[in-house]
């Protein structure tokens, strides 16, 4: 098992940035692959970035590359959503996810995820 714990959340303005962090405890397995996605009440749980834990190789969705930075700190045991340019269309409830799988190539879809965290809230408006 492991537990996940995102926070950062908050309401900002368009163009502005905000930092997401998922604390990562309890771990009983080697993690392989972490992800961030996000999810409005209308919209399906879609990929936002991903990090392979042993090549650091990082993929990012196309509507958020080149804002959004993903990135982790060893001995914090944490994974990071730096997101800058914030747009409207930017605001939903942020995920982390984790996966003791190896994965190669981007990993969009949610149920290739096993351990999720609660979710924190980022509002972007205009």
């Known amino acids: 098992q492991v537990q996940l714990v995102e926070s950062g959340g908050g309401l900002v303005q368009a163009g502005d940035s905000l930092n997401l962090t998922c604390k990562v405890s309890?771990?009983?397995?080697?993690?392989?692959?972490m992800a961030w996605f996000r999810q409005t009440p209308e919209k399906e749980r879609e990929f936002v970035a991903q990090e392979d834990y042993i090549s650091r190789t990082t993929f990012y969705a196309n509507s958020v590359k080149g804002r959004f930075t993903v990135s982790r700190v060893l001995n914090k045991g944490a994974l990071y959503l730096q997101m800058n340019s914030l747009k409207p269309e930017d605001t939903a409830v942020y995920y982390c996810?984790?996966?003791?799988?190896?994965?190669?190539?981007?990993?969009?879809?949610?149920?290739?995820?096993?351990?999720w965290g609660q979710g924190t809230q980022v509002t972007v408006s205009s």
């Open positions: 996810a984790a996966s003791r799988k190896v994965y190669r190539t981007p990993t969009t879809a949610p149920t290739d995820y096993a351990h």
């Open positions: 309890r771990v009983t397995f080697a993690i392989n692959t």
